[in-house]
T-cell receptor
Framework: EPEVTQTPSHQVTQMGQEVILRCVPI?????FYWYRQILGQKVEFLVS????????KSEIFDDQFSVERPDGSNFTLKIRSTKLEDSAMYFC??????????????FGSGTQLSVL | TQLLEQSPQFLSIQEGENLTVYCNSS?????LQWYRQEPGEGPVLLVT?????EVKKLKRLTFQFGDARKDSSLHITAAQPGDTGLYLC???????????FGKGTTLSVSS
């Protein structure tokens, strides 16, 4: 079965540094998402992306965050100046069509970001 | 902000027992999904329920969407150690909008 691939699996960074989390969605998928999960808390939506632009974002996704699809395969999440509270597991997801009732969302295995 | 409340938060049972976990909200959802998440992995979709009152079965798992589309339940019959994991419900208020997740129920099935 096709899968969403995320790299790196673990990322450790110093507070204030920039990080880029990388994702390779499933090849024929058109909609891409980032979610995060702080340890012990629920999975939270960050942003959805379609046709090279953001289609929806949450309050968490402030000016420190940005997303990009630099080529035909990668989908990245950049955090410009990391804060301690950015430490979380970040999940990339993709879907073949716009998520609607019944549409299947495929999640990657996540990148564990630790900000020191 | 809509909340999806899952209960219980933790459940530890013996192999062969039946169990039900719940997902409740005060808001109406266009659809609800149930995911299972293993440690160090992303959530994996189990089922999507769309119609109020809908019941779906996946082997020993039975999923139900409340008539008012505000709640859902997952029932596992004759639980096995392989059922151990974190079960998440997630809902979309409207088709095409972001999923809202509950905090999950951590299930442990011992042999």
């Amino acid at each position: 079965e096709p899968e969403v691939t995320q790299t790196p699996s673990h990322q450790v960074t110093q507070m204030g540094q920039e990080v880029i989390l990388r994702c390779v969605p499933i090849s024929n998928h058109l909609y891409f998402y980032w979610y995060r999960q702080i340890l012990g808390q629920k999975v939270e939506f960050l942003v959805s992306f379609y046709n090279n632009e953001i289609s929806e974002k949450s309050e968490i996704f402030d000016d420190q965050f940005s997303v990009e699809r630099p080529d035909g395969s990668n989908f990245t999440l950049k955090i410009r100046s990391t804060k301690l509270e950015d430490s979380a597991m970040y999940f990339c997801a993709s879907s073949e069509a716009r998520f609607r009732s019944g549409e299947k969302l495929f999640f990657g295995s996540g990148t564990q970001l630790s900000v020191l | 902000t809509q909340l999806l409340e899952q209960s219980p938060q933790f459940l530890s049972i013996q192999e062969g027992e039946n169990l039900t976990v719940y997902c409740n909200s005060s808001s109406v959802f266009s659809s609800l999904q149930w995911y299972r998440q293993e440690p160090g992995e992303g959530p994996v979709l189990l089922v999507t329920v769309v119609t109020g009152g809908e019941v779906k079965k996946l082997k020993r798992l039975t999923f139900q969407f409340g008539d008012a589309r505000k709640d859902s339940s997952l029932h596992i019959t004759a639980a096995q150690p392989g059922d151990t994991g974190l079960y998440l419900c997630a809902g979309a208020k409207q088709a095409g909008t972001a999923l809202i997740f509950g905090k999950g129920t951590t299930l442990s099935v011992s042999s």
